[in-house]
């Protein structure tokens, strides 16, 4: 499968801006994991985000996958990846303004 379904706003606003859609699978690179996430949450950093206030300090480019921290489980190492392998059970606070963990998928 080469996309993913994930919770994605297109243009900053409210809660009407968070809409289900497909997005590209994302591939790990040297170094990076893919993780298959199952949990995630919404705090206050997310909603400024889709509500734009922090587009003066952060380069965001839309359509963003809001969320940045989330658990689940290691599916592929990137090249050069030795710390985790596959079915490793894993958590993060991805980094900013990387692919967001908010979908099914994280790199």
Known sequence: MDHLRAARIHA?????????KDAPRPTPGPGQVLIRVIATSVNPFDCAAHAGVLSTYFDYSLPLIPGTDGSG???KVG???????PGDAVYLRAGIPRWWPMRLQAV
């Open 12 to 20: 900053y606003g409210g809660d009407d801006v968070l809409v289900l």
């Open 73 to 75: 489980t290691v599916e």
């Open 79 to 85: 090249p050069g990846g030795t710390a985790w392998a």
